[in-house]
């Protein structure tokens, strides 16, 4: 059973189109997280939530937001994609935060910038 | 700045060897390591996580290995079956929240 469930699993867009990936968690954890992968590198952690906290990691563009109603659902908004926003982009969730948590991860979002 | 390498990036088996995957770190002051498996188009599924203060953890046909002081794990998988051809990441906690990923090893197990 997906305890991590990220909708949808392909997305297309169009250069400077505003776009949002969703995220859901059966788990009740209450942190979530968003990273950026792309293709043979390292999954970049762009942000996460601790219950309603909102953490930006430094280096993340203004381009990208995210929001979290309610525990178990979480979004990421891309204000403006441009070509090199075309990634895979994770969804991880954990009980609390803290690298001693063991990481729960959706099966991604492909996103597409044409 | 905690940097994490994994070499090779790609690695070709026939069925039956068993598999060494390699991971370095640069700063040895970690809280664990955690070994992921991704398969392609997909998310990550976390393998094995070993504490500071453990050498090794095994699960099946795993076996996860930690250095700290030399800043290297090593997962061997035995016996290796076409079905654990994957992307095979490591990662290591090293702040309170953040994990640092290196970019992975894609194996390829023949038949």
């Known amino acids: 059973d997906a305890m991590v469930i990220q909708n949808p699993r392909y997305q297309v867009t169009q250069f400077g189109k505003p776009v949002t990936l969703s995220c859901s968690q059966t788990?009740?954890?209450?942190?979530m997280y968003w990273y950026q992968q792309k293709s043979s590198q390292a999954p970049k952690l762009l942000f996460h939530?601790?219950?309603?906290?909102?953490?930006n990691e430094a280096d993340t563009p203004d381009n990208f937001q995210s929001r979290r109603p309610n525990t178990s659902f979480c979004f990421l908004d891309i204000r403006s994609p441009g070509l090199g926003d075309a990634a895979m982009y994770l969804c991880?969730?954990?009980?609390?935060?803290?690298?001693?948590?063991?990481?729960?991860f959706g099966s991604g979002t492909q996103l597409s910038v044409l | 700045k905690q940097e994490v390498t994994q070499i090779p990036a790609a690695l070709s088996v026939p069925e039956g060897e068993n598999l060494v995957l390699n991971c370095s770190f640069t700063?040895?002051?970690?809280?664990?390591l955690q070994w992921f498996r991704q398969d392609p188009g997909k998310g990550l599924t976390s393998l094995l996580l070993?504490?500071?203060?453990?050498r090794e953890q095994t699960s099946g046909r795993l076996n996860a290995s930690l250095d700290k002081s030399s800043g290297r794990s090593t997962l061997y998988i035995a016996a290796s079956q076409p079905g654990d051809s994957a992307t095979y990441l490591c990662?290591?906690?090293?702040?309170?929240?953040?994990?640092?990923f290196g970019a992975g090893t894609t194996v390829t197990v023949r038949a």
């Open positions: 991880a969730t954990s009980r609390d935060p803290g690298v001693r948590e063991k990481l729960f």
């Open positions: 788990l009740n954890h209450n942190v």
């Open positions: 939530y601790y219950d309603k906290d909102f953490n």
């Open positions: 700063d040895s002051a970690i809280y664990n």
């Open positions: 070993i504490q500071s203060s453990q």
């Open positions: 990662a290591v906690g090293s702040n309170d929240y953040k994990l640092s």
